[in-house]
């Protein structure tokens, strides 16, 4: 069982930098692939990005390339997502999962632990 914890969610102004962390249980943190996800009200969840734990590749969707960067530290069973150039649009509850080997990490059912989500408003 893995227990996730984000946090580092909060108010912004558009174009402001914010960064989530998320603080995994497991002492086995380091064999899992982990990824961000958004749900903004009446709308689903979405894939932002993920991160292997073996070979460190990241993956992320379109709409946040080059703004946002997801990184992992296995020593302190940490995940986070750095995001820069926030815009109104990146306003939603962001939720921290864990993979134990999905071949495609940007469906959500290929996960197998969540938090409880981070709220990210974004003001314009």
């Known amino acids: 069982q893995v227990q996730l914890v984000e946090s580092g969610g909060g108010l912004v102004q558009a174009g402001g930098s914010l960064r989530l962390s998320c603080a995994a249980s497991?002492?086995?943190?380091?064999?899992?692939?982990m990824g961000w996800f958004r749900q903004a009200p009446g709308k689903e969840r979405d894939f932002v990005a993920a991160?292997?734990?073996?070979?460190?590749?990241?993956y992320y969707t379109d709409s946040v390339k080059g703004r946002f960067t997801i990184s992992r530290d296995n020593a302190k069973n940490t995940v986070y997502l750095q995001m820069n150039s926030l815009k109104s649009e990146d306003t939603a509850v962001y939720y921290c999962?864990?993979?134990?080997?999905?071949?495609?990490?940007?469906?959500?059912?290929?996960?197998?632990?969540w938090g409880q989500g981070t709220q990210v408003t974004v003001s314009s």
């Open positions: 991160i292997r734990w073996s070979s460190g590749t990241e």
């Open positions: 999962t864990a993979s134990s080997g999905a071949y495609d990490l940007t469906y959500a059912s290929g996960y197998d632990y």
């Open positions: 497991a002492r086995t943190f380091g064999t899992y692939a």
